[in-house]
């Protein structure tokens, strides 16, 4: 470390880097080095740059490593400076003999080096899909080295506006993705393009039970079969939105519901304190399609002496502006607790096994190929 700033210590007394400047003084007493850009830039010059010491000989040091300013080619990367400087029959240029700073000196005769740039070669993958014509379009791009797995962790697949991505990536002939896809990098510039699957609108991708649970009010469309193993689902409420089934099972689960949410409903009845049991209550506007709902169970069981009448469906309680199209449903319910003894007796538990409770009159809802099987289940 002494011997380095000892020697920048002479540098900024002894030491003039001549390049696009003019220089007038005697440097004979002085060891000569001289860099050839070739190409490059150094302080807005594309001169060569040559630097005298004063001494017998030692270590030099570049021009950019002494000034702190780098030494440029756009489209280049320096891969270093080189003693000779070869040029073929054809124009090509050659370089051998590579300086290394840290062990290489210079004599009283001094050196000249040359830079030796290496075309900067840019890998990217492109994130991209084929819109309806087959054209292709390219959403964002990922700079990456040669060898590079690939990893869309900026999300760049779910950018494309009024489209939701499935989560499937493709190459370019179709493939899915293996978790090991990488850039094969090469001697060129090279773009892989990586292409996304997407469907029209905006959805909820859902695969899982809990995904379901948690997306249950957003356009949802589902990737598999879905098990709840038994568990609790509540169902879709009041639902306004867009299932896209795929022709996939939501099975094996306990409808449940909130007792104490107790509604007044004109439509059902005038009396209010109505439970609404049911995967769809009240259904505006939606479409639900390409689904089968299967081996649920629902079961009635509250003693609330505020509640005064109780609506079990299946499928829909209220359809309004609906459409259901190849919906199959199947499932079992029975009767645990009710609030008086007579209160089925008195025709207060209503157990709809129709596709709809309730449709108002003139209204445009429709069921298409819809299945509907209820039992009641008894001990």
Request: with cysteine.
């Amino acid at each position: 470390m002494k011997k380095y700033w000892f020697l920048v210590g002479i540098l900024l007394v002894a030491l003039l880097a001549v390049g696009c400047g003019k220089g007038g003084s005697d440097y004979s007493d002085c060891v000569k080095v001289v860099y050839e850009l070739e190409g490059g830039i150094y302080q807005n010059c594309e001169r060569a740059v040559t630097q005298y010491y004063r001494f017998d000989g030692g270590a030099i040091s570049p021009p950019d490593k002494l000034s702190g300013e780098e030494i440029k080619r756009t489209g280049f990367v320096l891969q270093g400076w080189y003693k000779t400087r070869t040029v073929a029959a054809d124009g090509t240029v050659t370089y051998s003999e590579p300086w290394d700073f840290t062990r290489d000196t210079v004599g009283a005769e001094g050196v000249t080096l040359y830079a030796c740039w290496k075309k900067e070669i840019r890998y990217t993958f492109d994130i991209c899909y084929r819109d309806e014509n087959g054209a292709v379009t390219v959403i964002n791009s990922y700079a990456v080295d040669a060898g590079e797995a690939f990893d869309d962790y900026l999300d760049y697949a779910d950018t494309r506006a009024g489209y939701t991505f499935t989560g499937q990536y493709r190459d370019a002939d179709g493939n899915p993705l293996t978790a090991d896809f990488r850039h094969p990098g090469g001697d060129t510039e090279t773009s892989v393009q990586v292409f996304c699957d997407y469907i029209k609108g905006e959805y909820a991708i859902v695969r899982t039970a809990a995904e379901l649970r948690a997306k249950k009010n957003a356009n949802i469309y589902l990737m598999n079969d879905i098990d709840f193993g038994g568990g609790e689902f509540s169902g879709f409420g009041d639902y306004k939105g867009t299932i896209e089934g795929n022709g996939y099972t939501v099975s094996n689960f306990r409808l449940t519901y909130d007792v104490n949410d107790l509604v007044t409903d004109d439509d059902l009845d005038s009396e209010g304190g109505i439970l609404r049991v049911a995967l769809f209550r009240n259904v505006s506007g939606a479409t639900v399609r390409n689904v089968t709902f299967s081996d649920f169970t629902v079961i009635v069981d509250t003693g609330l002496t505020k509640t005064k009448r109780i609506y079990v469906a299946p499928l829909c309680l209220k359809a309004t502006g609906a459409t259901f199209e190849n919906v199959t449903v199947s499932g079992e319910w029975s009767v645990k607790k009710l609030p008086q003894d007579s209160f089925e007796a008195d025709g207060r538990l209503t157990v709809i096994t129709e596709p709809s409770g309730f449709i108002p009159e003139g209204d445009s809802s429709s069921f298409t190929s819809v299945t509907v099987r209820f039992t009641r289940v008894t001990d």
